[in-house]
């Protein structure tokens, strides 16, 4: 009876411990519904927003998501410098494009070229590509790669150039 008692609570914790990884690996960045919310955020705060463009079984995607975005998005550092978001590239989902026209998050991604993912992308509030960086490109280097993208388009926002 114990060892019944003893496999029954295996059983359970390994559940619960898929169950909370699946719910965090289903947690992620805020999903663009609209960009002319974002955008209005973006204008008001002078920041760029960055846009994840991933797909649900990309493993490169969730290692950008999972080791540095979703800390960049804890990080009190990046509150006052960037929007980040996240998009469904191959999604049949609605969504309102910069210019207040519903599209798809397929179309969206189509509309810029983003072919592959993982993809990163800095808007300013009209909807123009600051910078991006495509694919996961070398690992141990790649927060520096965020660091920059980002604070070369929050100095492009913040000037005017863009």
Known sequence: MKSVSKHISIILFIAMAIA???VSRASGLPDVKDFTVEAADARKR????????????CSYCET???????????DPE????????????????????????????????????????????????NGQVLTSIEGLLTVD??????QDAINESLERVKAGNH
């Not at 002078?46 to 079984?57: A, G, M, R, S, T």
């Not at 026209?101 to 072919?115: E, G, L, N």
């Open 141 to 146: 280097f790649y927060y520096g790669f965020l």
């Open 46 to 57: 002078q920041v760029p927003i960055l846009v994840l463009f991933k797909d649900e079984y």
């Open 20 to 22: 909370n990884w699946t």
């Open 78 to 125: 990046f509150t006052d410098k960037v929007i980040l978001r996240q998009i469904e590239s191959g999604s049949a989902d609605a969504l309102i494009d910069f210019d207040g026209k519903t599209t798809t998050y397929s179309r969206f991604s189509s509309k810029h070229k983003v072919y592959g993912v993982p993809n990163v992308m800095l808007f300013d509030s």
């Open 64 to 74: 950008v998501l999972d080791d540095f975005l979703l800390p960049m998005q804890r």
